[in-house]
């Protein structure tokens, strides 16, 4: 995808062609592991040019790929050869530059000829993306979202067909892209070997745990089930309708203001955002710009509702929130705590957490309704607040069958 971004970026622009060989010295003197990333942009690039453009581009690029043609690396010698010999066939025999470099032209292919290149020059040619693939006709959404998904090897459960486009956002947005492709080259390509191979690779062990289980990873996709319809669309005004839309909420809300580190409420967040808090209750909304916050929620905040409650406020707060006839817990150990697991959550429920150091302090127990404790069997007996908020939260979940 970044190598056809940049293709887009460079024809569109061409007056940036020149930034595309400083870019190109700058990875071969840095980053050589990068080069044939590069070769494919000037492949693409240079069959998109007009004759004249064409002729200058080529000029330049022969004598770069001319150096990667000497190149250590075995992989980046043989793209430098196969698109050297690639660009030169594009000007024609009759061209000055063809017959400036027709003495490396004939070498290259006759090294070329050698059956370990061969092998592997077969194996490039066979690749979609060098041969079939246009990065101007096949810029449809077909192709972003499921030809290259396909012929990455990439599990078929991430594929996403035409079809599911038709009743969602983009039939209510003026968006410059085709939905399907003019014709069905990519639909006859196949898995280039690149990637086969690392499935190929697998070793004995591996095989045998493979034939004993058909269970894999997969990841869950959450906006296939989450993405409103043309009706609901058109009942939302911005992006905040949208962001609610997004998830069915739990009346649950998590108030974490007496916790002091980014790092444990950044993972608070991220435990309310997957779960679906009705919102979580901070001391300084500017926590969420800090760098460990930002590391631990993997932008959960962007998707959930976070409110400003300070400290020396928590008892206000905790009052209007019990007058609303919501069910004060405080996760703290105390004399009176209740198991969590002989504990029935109320439906409407704030779990108070405490101060990572200092737990829930005096003045604000005394205002729950209730205290539970998770049960411990280790010596520490003490759990990080953000596993606590996790822990009771998923036992929220569980009494309350939330249906996903």
Excluded at 115 to 121: A, E, F, G, T
Excluded at 178 to 187: E, I, Q
Excluded at 262 to 282: D, M, Y
Excluded at 311 to 333: H, N, P, R, V
């Amino acid at each position: 995808m970044k190598e056809w971004l940049l293709i887009r970026i460079y024809l569109s622009n061409q007056n940036l062609l020149s930034n595309l060989w400083i870019f190109f010295d700058k990875i071969c003197n840095e980053r050589p592991s990068s080069i044939n990333s590069i070769i494919g942009i000037i492949w693409h690039v240079s069959q998109q040019l007009s004759k004249e453009a064409l002729i200058e581009f080529i000029k330049i690029a022969l004598p770069k790929l001319g150096i990667c043609c000497m190149k250590q690396q075995f992989g980046v010698r043989l793209f430098g050869q196969i698109f050297f010999i690639k660009l030169y066939k594009l000007l024609g025999e009759d061209s000055d530059i063809c017959i400036e470099y027709l003495s490396l032209y004939k070498a290259i292919s006759e090294s070329l000829q050698c059956v370990n290149y061969q092998k592997n020059s077969i194996q490039v040619d066979e690749n979609f993306f060098y041969t079939i693939f246009n990065p101007i006709q096949h810029y449809t959404l077909e192709t972003i979202y499921h030809h290259l998904p396909r012929l990455s090897n990439v599990s078929i459960e991430e594929w996403i067909s035409k079809e599911n486009f038709k009743d969602q956002i983009f039939l209510n947005m003026a968006v410059n892209i085709k939905m399907s492709n003019d014709d069905n080259r990519l639909d006859q390509a196949i898995i280039p070997y690149s990637f086969q191979k690392s499935s190929e690779n697998t070793k004995p062990e591996e095989i045998e745990c493979s034939q004993i289980t058909t269970d894999i990873q997969k990841k869950i996709i959450p906006w296939k089930i989450t993405l409103p319809n043309d009706k609901e669309l058109t009942h939302m005004d911005n992006f905040s309708d949208l962001k609610n839309k997004i998830k069915n909420k739990q009346k649950m809300i998590i108030v974490a203001s007496l916790v002091d580190k980014s790092q444990n409420l950044g993972g608070i967040a991220r435990t309310c955002e997957i779960f679906g808090a009705k919102e979580l209750v901070i001391s300084n909304l500017k926590q969420i710009e800090d760098k460990a916050f930002q590391t631990l929620s993997v932008s959960s905040d962007k998707w959930l509702k976070i409110i400003e409650v300070k400290s020396f406020l928590l008892d206000k707060y905790l009052m209007e929130m019990k007058d609303c006839d919501w069910t004060l817990i405080g996760a703290e150990q105390t004399i009176n705590s209740v198991n969590l697991i002989n504990f029935k959550f109320p439906n409407q429920t704030v779990l108070v957490l405490g101060n990572e150091k200092n737990g829930i302090p005096a003045n604000i127990l005394p205002l729950l309704d209730v205290c539970i404790q998770i049960p411990q069997f280790g010596i520490t007996r003490s759990l990080n607040v953000h596993v606590t908020s996790a822990i009771c939260f998923w036992e929220y979940i569980k009494q309350h069958q939330i249906q996903y």
